[in-house]
């Protein structure tokens, strides 16, 4: 049993493929919009490469790629940049949407049916008002990509 | 801070009025009076004693009234003070004066009554406090040691006395300031054994010397223990047994003159010479800050490189002004910040002075070290780097450099070996070298050891330089100690250094010379965190070298003389005269599939691992000083890439690591060669390996690698005439030289060259040497040789290659050539020669068989076989088919010791000879050899059926001479 939760929870919120992700708000550094890439020979194909951040190198990860979905050049717009690890990593999704406050007793864990590319990554699900949000986890993600990269 | 003799007075004097004053009111105290009315004086008075003790660095008295100052706040806004604690303050004051006076005290604070001892708890030290005091422990045990190996070679000014025994005393100061009781009592001992040496009056000995050393260890351990917070009370004993073995050895000095001794009259104090040598103009700033410093300025140097990119392109002159001027300011800001985490190699260097003369003791050997330079500075990260490598490397030079003194002595060398250590700046990085005078490297040992571990073939020992020989002890798994000592040979060896070294941008390089010494040169880069690189483009992306690991730079096109060429579907480049392989970074990095067509090519040659290779990118843009910035843990799997940094015009460049570039390719040629190796056992003819080499002829030459006994180069120089015939010493030989071109009819060796590559052949016991204009490489081939279709001397035949011709030639035929021996020995026999043979080879009482009939129809096989068994000692006459083989026969039974025949033959096969001298009483007695390329279990019981006595698969020298071998003593044995 998931004890209830009180209070609330501020997530930046972005959308990849369709799908609404949110990140919890103190852990975001910055939201960017395109910058240009340098590609990472070699690297997995979710690395889209290196970006200059003022001065600051930070891996962009594409959030297409990572869950599996199909990978559009275009659709790769805006970047929610945050620190893993004390790296900066941008992960880059196709829009980004408001900040927004979620009741924690709304918070559930992912459906079976969430894909595991997907499932992986989120600690569970916010019941929006018209929509589902869900939640990436900054620790499950560092520690799955880097078993991803090792692949 | 310096005390004089007058202040140090004034204080006591002033100390001892402040006890009387406080014991007058303790001992009111115990006539009832006010308590908490007379506190604060009490209070104040042993606060501002202990403060003032601390001020003058007298430490001792520091620690106690800090003691007593403790007990004394247990009772602040108390109402009385207990007469338990009347008599401790009492008993205090009068220890205090002791203390004063000079004296050891071992003053008892606990109070008998339990439970009425205040609930103050022993001060807990902050633990900042403690780190510091490690610190400075460490620090100081390191300039002690470095002092008493000064001490030990005998010379020690009056001033390093002092030094060493005002840092003794210092220790003892504050270790018992921190009730560091063990730690203290150590130093004290320390310092009292050294009193009579620094007062001049009695001369230092060895026994002395030894104890401080094991006392100095001693405190080593314990500052070690207390860094790591685990208890040392269980040192009490060792301690204690130290102390006493100071006093005893101290008490047994030899007096140095007349002068009386009088220890007491010279110092009574509390130590007031103890003085810090901290220089007054020095703070202590956290390395952490300095590193955030370091990053910062990474930042303005790239903003820098940003703004002068920026001027470039305007006309605004005042700008320009401004931003060099922005220029030459970043550029000194660097400079001086990169000073601040500078520090001088001889913080590390020091250390050996212990661990040789410790090293020396242990393995009974005498030896001594030189270090100079030790002022040259070095980043302390990379001086942290470069500690263990450099105590292994020193370790090594004792164990396995050094000989013993028996040894020296009679190779007629000082019996004490030396071991020296230089450091010094060369052209942007720093150099440290690290020599002995011992007996260097064995180049047959090395190579021995390296096919023993399976790290090189047989057939790669031949064509080793004498560095790549050297280079073997930095192959992992390879350690030269015929046993497992505990000073070096522990499984992890050179290899280890080596990574190390190369792992912070550094190289290692090393020279031996039999009986003189080795020394190992290190060269390592000032810093770190900003390197000079070489920035180039490969496909779309922009890439940096570090220059450290650049060695040239060759550009390549239509006009160049040399030429990128396909050896083994890899390509090579002849970069003066080497192979040097090449990697195709577009390939490697999976840019591009195939290589691209390109008109120039322009090669990196980078150095890994003491090996040269060239990588192969598309354009040269600049060289700039980077920042290196970590790459996401993510990228880490990625051997290519050491780091990133940003670019002047702010784009970003991943940064290569040379040595995974080389590693990747590595793996990638190992892979094609499996394929390679996969599709070649499927195919059924056999490998042969050759060894390749130019002469005065555009064709490639090669000889059968197996004849090669070595490879050498000579300065021409050293080449001497002794007759008609070329020689040159080779160790104790005399090696003759025989000009493959002059043999072959090439006209003269290329005259005027300073070094003449030479392939030494051996050939009936004795050496010769085949002069070559240069050797290009070793190749593995199935392709079978076409024998040579006009007679030639000293020509096998040749190999017909995809893209060439190769010639091979017949070594021993040259060298019969030249020595005058006729040429065709094939049909007829020289008895003089077998006679020569037979003085040579037999012994004098058992003249041996050493005679053999070679039957093969292949002139390839005939002269192979052949120049092989003679290569053995053997004479051999040869006969084309089995007709000709009976007929020999018939007129040499007597001497023919053995029959090594083909199967397939014309006219009359090697089944059909053996049958026929089976059955001749006069032959049957003769041992017969197979060797053929039919060798499976049929043909082999078809052969035995016929009369052979061992059946050989075509061409495997080993095993054909070690059966050649059996056979003929077996004869032999018949015969005798």
């Not at chain 1, 520690?143 to 090792?150: D, G, P, T, W, Y």
């Not at chain 2, 103050?120 to 190996?149: D, G, H």
């Not at chain 2, 100071?246 to 110092?267: F, V």
Request: hydrophobic share 40%; glycine share 8%; net charge negative.
């Amino acid at each position: 049993m998931i004890p209830a939760l009180k209070g609330t929870e501020q997530l930046t919120t972005f959308s990849v493929a369709g799908d609404l992700f949110g990140i919890e708000v103190l852990k975001v550094q910055e939201v960017a919009g395109a910058a240009t890439v340098v590609p990472v020979p070699l690297a997995p194909p979710f690395v889209h490469g290196l970006v200059n951040l003022r001065g600051q190198i930070a891996t962009a990860l594409g959030l297409r790629e990572l869950f599996n979905k199909d990978a559009r050049k275009d659709s790769n717009q805006m970047s929610v940049v945050c620190r893993i690890e004390g790296n900066l990593v941008s992960l880059v999704a196709d829009t980004i949407g408001d900040v927004v406050e979620v009741e924690r007793q709304r918070f559930e864990p992912p459906p079976d049916t969430v894909p595991p590319e997907v499932r992986r990554y989120i600690k569970g699900i916010y019941k929006m008002n018209g929509a589902l949000l869900s939640v990436i986890d900054l620790d499950i993600l560092s520690q799955e990509l880097s078993i991803a990269a090792n692949k | 801070m310096a005390l004089s003799q007058e202040e140090l007075e004034e204080f006591n004097a002033e100390s001892l009025e402040l006890l009387e004053a406080m014991e007058k009111i303790f001992l009111s105290l115990d006539q009832g009076g006010d308590f908490p009315q007379s506190y604060d004086f009490l209070f104040r008075t042993l606060h501002n004693l202990k403060g003032s003790a601390a001020l003058m660095e007298l430490n001792r008295l520091a620690a106690h009234t800090h003691e007593l100052e403790n007990i004394l706040v247990g009772f602040k806004g108390k109402d009385s003070l207990p007469k338990e604690y009347i008599s401790l303050f009492l008993r205090g004051i009068d220890a205090t004066r002791l203390v004063i006076a000079g004296q050891e005290v071992n003053f008892d604070f606990s109070v008998k009554i339990e439970g009425l001892r205040p609930e103050a708890p022993a001060p807990e030290l902050p633990q900042s406090a403690v780190e510091e005091f490690v610190t400075e422990c460490e620090e100081t045990i390191e300039r002690v040691a470095k002092t008493l190996a000064v001490m030990e070679s005998g010379s020690l000014g009056k001033e390093a006395l002092d030094e060493l025994y005002r840092d003794v005393h210092s220790m003892k100061g504050t270790a018992f300031l921190f009730s560091f009781e063990l730690l203290g009592a150590t130093a004290h001992a320390m310092e009292s054994s050294l009193e009579n040496v620094r007062n001049e009056t009695h001369d230092c000995t060895p026994e002395l010397l030894d104890a401080l050393f094991k006392s100095l260890k001693q405190m080593e351990m314990l500052v070690q223990r207390i860094k790591a917070k685990q208890p040392f009370e269980d040192q009490a004993a060792t301690v204690q047994a130290l102390a006493e073995t100071l006093a005893r050895t101290s008490a047994n000095l030899p007096l140095r003159d007349s002068k009386p001794t009088n220890p007491e009259a010279a110092n009574p104090g509390t130590g007031s010479q103890a003085k810090s040598d901290e220089g007054a103009g020095s703070i202590r700033v956290p390395v952490a800050l300095l590193d955030s410093l370091m990053t910062l300025m990474g930042e303005m140097v790239l903003v820098r490189n940003q703004v002068l990119q920026y001027s470039n392109r305007t006309e605004d002159l005042e700008f320009a002004s401004m931003s060099k001027r922005l220029n030459v300011v970043t550029s000194e800001i660097q400079g001086e910040l990169m000073k601040t985490r500078m520090q001088p190699i001889g913080n590390v260097l020091g250390k050996f002075n212990r661990v040789v003369r410790d090293l020396s003791h242990e393995l009974g050997k005498g030896i001594t070290l030189s270090i100079s330079g030790a002022e040259t500075e070095l980043d302390k990260s990379l001086l942290e780097a470069i500690k263990d490598p450099l105590t292994h490397i020193v370790r090594n030079s004792c164990d396995h450099g050094i000989e013993t003194p028996e040894v020296r002595r009679k190779s007629g060398k000082p019996e004490a070996g030396s071991i020296s250590i230089r450091a010094f700046h060369e052209g942007g990085q720093v150099v440290v070298e690290v020599g002995d005078d011992g007996k260097g490297l064995n180049k047959e040992v090395l190579l021995k050891k390296a096919v023993e571990k399976g790290l090189i073939t047989q057939a790669q020992t031949v064509h080793l330089s004498e560095k790549e020989i050297f280079q073997l002890i930095f192959a992992p798994g390879f350690s030269t100690a015929a046993k497992v000592t505990n000073v070096s040979g522990r499984g992890v060896g050179m290899d280890v250094v080596r990574t190390n070294i190369e792992r912070i941008g550094g190289t290692v390089d090393l020279s031996s010379r039999s009986g003189i010494g080795t020394t190992i040169k290190i060269k390592i880069p000032l810093t770190l965190a900003i390197v000079p690189a070489l920035i180039v483009k490969v496909g779309d992306g922009t890439f940096a070298i570090p220059q450290v690991q650049l060695e040239e730079l060759v550009r390549v096109d239509a006009q160049s003389e040399q030429q990128i060429e396909i050896l083994h579907g890899s390509p090579v480049y002849r970069l003066r005269g080497n192979i040097l392989p090449l990697i195709d970074l577009s390939q490697l990095l999976g840019l591009s599939k195939e290589p691209p067509a390109r008109r120039v090519t322009n090669i990196a040659v980078l150095n890994a691992e003491g090996c040269s290779f060239g990588v192969i990118i598309d354009e040269v843009q600049d060289t700039a000083d980077i920042v290196v910035k970590p790459i996401n843990r993510l990228l880490k799997s990625i051997q290519a890439y050491s780091g990133a940094t940003v670019l002047g015009d702010g784009s970003i460049a991943l940064i290569f690591d040379v040595l995974g570039i080389s590693k990747m390719a590595q793996i990638a040629r190992e892979r094609s060669k499996s394929i390679e190796a996969s599709e070649r056992a499927s195919a059924t003819g056999e490998l042969q390996d050759f060894l390749l080499f130019s002469l005065n002829s555009k064709t490639t030459h090669a000889l059968v690698l197996s004849y090669v006994h070595r490879l050498e180069v000579f300065k021409a120089s050293e080449i001497e005439n002794s007759g008609q015939h070329r020689v040159i010493r080779y160790g104790d030989l005399i090696l003759p030289l025989i000009s493959a071109n002059a043999q072959l009819g090439y006209g003269d060796s290329a005259g005027g060259n300073a070094e003449v590559p030479v392939v030494v052949i051996e050939r009936r016991g004795q050496l010769y040497g085949i002069e070559v204009n240069a050797i290009l490489d070793t190749m593995s081939t199935d392709i079978e040789m076409t024998p040579e279709m006009i007679r030639q001397t000293g020509i096998f035949g040749n190999l017909n290659m995809k893209d060439r011709l190769i010639v091979v030639v017949d070594p021993f035929e040259l060298i019969g050539r030249s020595l005058g021996e006729p040429v065709e020995q094939e049909l007829t026999w020289s008895s003089a020669n077998a006679r020569v043979s037979d003085d040579k080879l037999g012994t004098a009482s058992e003249p041996r068989l050493r005679n053999i009939l070679l039957v093969e129809d292949n002139v390839f096989f005939r002269r192979s076989i052949k120049s092989l068994l003679e290569k053995d000692g053997y004479e051999v006459m040869t006969a084309n088919n089995g007709e000709e083989a009976l007929d020999l026969l018939g007129q040499h039974s007597a001497r023919v010791a053995l029959i090594v025949s083909d199967i397939e033959m014309p006219r009359l096969n090697g089944l059909q000879l053996a049958t026929r001298v089976r059955q001749q009483p006069s032959l049957q007695h003769i041992p017969m050899m197979a060797v053929s390329s039919l060798a499976d279990r049929r043909a082999i019981q078809r052969g035995t059926e016929a009369g052979f006595d061992a059946y050989l698969e075509k061409l495997k020298p080993g095993p054909l001479l070690s059966k050649v071998a059996e056979l003929t003593k077996r004869n032999n044995g018949v015969a005798a």
